[in-house]
T-cell receptor
Framework: NAGVMQNPRHLVRRRGQEARLRCSPM?????VYWYRQLPEEGLKFMVY????????ESGMPKERFSAEFPKEGPSILRIQQVVRGDSAAYFC?????????????????FGAGSRLTVL | GQQVMQIPQYQHVQEGEDFTTYCNSS?????IQWYKQRPGGHPVFLIQ?????EVKKQKRLTFQFGEAKKNSSLHITATQTTDVGTYFC??????????FGKGTRLSVIA
């Protein structure tokens, strides 16, 4: 029973390039969240998605960042024209449908993260 | 927007000493969760508290949720080197996404 799978685990990009981070949720989970973590900092919410639907993107920068969770395939966080400040660990988490009363529905299962370094 | 504050930011203890981290929310929460992140690792769910005044124990860890559902604490009795890591609280209002505190980084000196 695979957990949340993220790839790549490490990604190095030069300024101006694009970064694509992928996340496959845990089996049976229909909700995906992306969080960003700067070194020695907390987890900052970015975006919350359901299949083919962005539920909440209030934490996403307005420019250069986008996320999708297509009907088939993994969720993708895309960062265009990366800058040095984008260097961080990007964690994906998945959950059952929250707020529906199922045991553990609100609990997030995190992937191992994708560590982006922008040179 | 909703904010979750955690103190202290860092804590260094001798092995065998107790440790407590505190979490405060600017708003009343539906529930609060605690996660642990080992150095270089990813956050792992520890526990969820839902009821006002709730207290839950996991071996040497004791979790409390305040009466007003705006604060929480995690207490570890007799720390061990395996307790090293960063402990995050995370709060939620209704169906909004979890908001994480900045975490308390625990170091245990053997």
């Amino acid at each position: 029973n695979a957990g949340v799978m993220q790839n790549p685990r490490h990604l190095v990009r030069r300024r101006g390039q694009e970064a694509r981070l992928r996340c496959s949720p845990m089996k049976g989970h229909s909700h995906v969240y992306w969080y960003r973590q700067l070194p020695e900092e907390g987890l900052k919410f970015m975006v919350y998605l359901q299949k083919e639907n962005i539920i909440d993107e209030s934490g996403m920068p307005k420019e250069r960042f986008s996320a999708e969770f297509p009907k088939e395939g993994p969720s993708i966080l895309r960062i265009q024209q990366v800058v040095r400040g984008d260097s961080a660990a990007y964690f994906c988490a998945s959950s059952l449908s929250p707020g529906q009363g199922a045991a553990g529905a609100n609990v997030l299962t995190f992937g191992a993260g994708s560590r982006l370094t922008v040179l | 927007g909703q904010q979750v504050m955690q103190i202290p930011q860092y804590q260094h203890v001798q092995e065998g000493e107790d440790f407590t981290t505190y979490c405060n929310s600017s708003t009343t929460l539906s529930n609060i969760q605690w996660y642990k992140q080992r150095p270089g690792g990813h956050p792992v769910f520890l526990i969820q508290l839902v009821k006002s005044g709730e207290v839950k124990k996991q071996k040497r860890l004791t979790f409390q949720f305040g009466e007003a559902k705006k604060n929480s604490s995690l207490h570890i009795t007799a720390t061990q080197t395996t307790d090293v890591g960063t402990y995050f609280c995370a709060g939620r209002r209704g169906n909004t996404p979890l908001v994480f505190g900045k975490g308390t980084r625990l170091s245990v000196i053997a």
